[in-house]
């Protein structure tokens, strides 16, 4: 089992920044890619960014504005998020998978405005 709990969220005026982060436990060495997935209210849960090994993808709403990074000695996985619009607005979740097993955090809320 792997346990993920994000922290960092808030709320921010458009065009500031924020650092989530998630901190993994347990079976970690089994963890092969993390990410970082968005749910707005109304709408489905929507990928915000990967990081496996050296490689990571981002969603195009968010490329060039927001960076995933991952600290392998701390388990932790970064998304740091700059230029932020009201639409970025969303509970941000923490994903990790062993290929097997899809892992989840409880969420992290960010709102963006005024």
């Known amino acids: 089992q792997v346990q993920l709990v994000e922290s960092g969220g808030g709320l921010v005026q458009p065009g500031g920044s924020l650092r989530l982060s998630c901190a993994a436990s347990?079976?970690?060495?089994?963890?092969?890619?993390m990410g970082w997935y968005r749910q707005a209210p109304g709408k489905q849960r929507e990928l915000v960014a990967t990081i496996n090994g050296g490689s990571t993808n981002y969603a195009g709403s968010v490329k060039g504005r927001f960076s995933i990074s991952r600290d392998n000695a701390k388990n932790t996985v970064y998304l740091q998020m700059n230029s932020l619009k009201p639409e970025d607005t969303a509970v941000y979740y923490c994903n990790a998978n062993n290929l097997a097993t899809q892992y989840w955090g409880q969420g992290t809320q960010v709102t963006v405005s005024l």
């Open positions: 347990g079976r970690t060495y089994t963890i092969r890619a």
